[in-house]
């Protein structure tokens, strides 16, 4: 059976005995309209969104970081979770689908705790020929879950994302690339997926003219 909770403090993909109910798809995060001020996406600082929501969709360590627009690079400010179950081989279509729904609420609660009303999700690499569908299936209910919840969902093309924080993209072993250089920063993330939704977060602040590191060459 798949837990009503995930233990964010242990291991990814490990389940959690605790049975805290997270809140359905429908939970909505501030917005200027959930304040009663014209705006829409607008967050509380008037013109700027409040903070932005990074995430690396996955089924058993989905990352999720969330930074208000004016962090300044002060990491203390930077919240960050990783979700995710497993499921045990030939599990059913149902605990499939019951799991990405969960995924989507943990998101959404996420997001609303942290005031965050952009969203930039992470693009899988289309390489990964047999992860594609569930990974593909995991990102579009994240999103849609997101979305109908107020965000403003954006894909962050990995490549591109990379590429800004570390200059160039190496052959191999880019997840632990983006993590020492993430390190190198001062990030305080316990897992690589935490790193890579960093990562899409960052590509996002650089949209939004906020601080996110100078671009690197």
């Known amino acids: 059976m798949i837990p009503s909770s995930y233990d964010g403090e242990g291991s990814p993909g490990q389940n959690s ?4 109910r997270l809140p359905g798809m429908h939970s909505q995060p501030k917005t200027a309209d959930s304040e009663g ?20 969709a ?53 997001a609303a705790e942290h005031d965050c009303t952009i969203a930039a999700i992470e693009s899988f690499p289309f390489g990964k020929v047999q992860a594609a569908h569930a990974l593909g299936e995991a990102s579009g209910v ?12 954006r894909t962050a093309p990995i490549s591109t994302a990379r590429r800004q924080l570390l200059g160039h993209l190496p052959r191999t072993g880019a997840k632990i690339a983006v993590r020492d250089r993430l390190v190198t920063l001062g990030a305080p ?29």
């Open 17 to 20: 005995p605790a049975e805290t």
């Open 189 to 217: 993330f316990r897992t690589l997926d935490e790193c890579d939704a960093m990562c899409a977060g960052l590509w996002a602040l650089r949209g939004l003219g906020a601080f996110a590191f100078q671009e690197a060459s």
């Open 142 to 153: 994240i999103k849609v879950g997101l979305h109908v919840a107020g965000l403003n969902v």
């Open 58 to 110: 996955s089924l058993v360590a989905m990352g999720l970081v969330a930074v208000p627009v004016d962090w300044g690079g002060d990491w203390t400010r930077v919240a960050s979770r990783t979700f995710g179950w497993s499921l045990p081989s030939g599990a059913s279509d149902r605990a499939r689908i019951e799991r990405l729904e969960r995924l989507a609420a943990a998101a959404v609660a996420f």
């Open 37 to 56: 001020v014209r705006g829409g996406l607008l967050g509380r600082w008037g013109s700027a969104p409040a903070a932005v929501l990074g995430v690396d």
